[in-house]
């Protein structure tokens, strides 16, 4: 069994739009809907892993002396 290479995330990201685009505009048979939403699911969790991944990384980095201190997110205000 090989494993598969991981997809880039905002490659898997552009694809899944790309996908939800043509499942939307309805001008595709039944079938090729059911493939694209089953290649939609394959990208949903693997960005979903992707960010599950970065959130561990800004975890660790934040780890200080043995302790991990979170602090809430704050985005930038505009």
Same mark, same amino acid.
């Given at each position: 069994?090989s494993?598969?290479t991981?997809?880039?995330f905002e490659k $898997? %990201?552009?694809?899944? &739009?790309?996908?939800v685009?043509?499942?939307?505009?309805?001008?595709?048979? @039944?079938?090729d809907?059911?493939k694209?939403?089953?290649?939609?699911?394959e990208l949903?969790?693997a960005?979903?892993? $992707? %960010?599950r991944?970065a &959130?561990q990384?800004?975890h660790?980095?934040?780890?200080?002396d043995?302790? @991990?201190?979170?602090?809430?997110f704050?985005?930038?205000e505009e």
């Amino acid at each position: 069994m090989s494993k598969k290479t991981p997809l880039d995330f905002e490659k $898997a %990201l552009k694809e899944l &739009e790309a996908l939800v685009e043509r499942m939307e505009q309805g001008e595709i048979s @039944l079938e090729d809907s059911l493939k694209h939403f089953e290649r939609g699911i394959e990208l949903t969790r693997a960005c979903q892993k $992707a %960010l599950r991944d970065a &959130e561990q990384k800004v975890h660790i980095l934040m780890e200080k002396d043995g302790a @991990l201190r979170v602090e809430p997110f704050e985005p930038e205000e505009e």
